[in-house]
């Protein structure tokens, strides 16, 4: 099974217990959870008007393949009521592939690695907590240089 890296926000109503609803949700849905990071309170990046998030990454495997994946990952969103009224705005929850194995897939509906991972302290992070090590063939470097070296300042504490 491919190990995927999923990437998991919320800044609405109780943000610890959304994330772990949603951590508890991936089994039954074909995604065995093998590690996950602390949590981490984050700054909002793009649109600063609403509430501070909680985010974390984990580590899992999955028979899905990634549009499934994806899929099955909107579906726990709209389950636990994680429509968001815009773009980048307040939710109660997201989940978002960051990677899946080693694969590339640039599609209208998919684009892996997550196309703003890299640019995003909050994501970087997590994962680095969880896999420092983790090379994408994407990459010119493993997470923890990435994060070492991300332009992005905005603030992210251990919870």
Known sequence: MPTVYLSLGSNVGNREGQLRRAIAALPPSG??????????????????????????????????????????????????????????????????????GDQTIATPELQIPHPRMLLRRFVLTPLAELAPNLKHPDWDAPAAVLLERIADRSQVRHL
């Open 31 to 100: 995604v065995t959870v093998k590690q996950v990071s602390s949590i981490y309170e984050t700054e909002p990046v793009d649109y600063l008007d609403q509430p501070w998030f909680l985010n974390c990454v984990l580590e899992a495997e999955t028979d899905l393949q990634p549009l499934t994946l994806l899929e099955a990952l909107r579906a726990i969103e709209s389950q636990l009521g994680g429509q968001k009224q815009f773009a980048k705005g307040p939710r109660k929850i997201d989940l978002d592939i960051l990677l899946y």
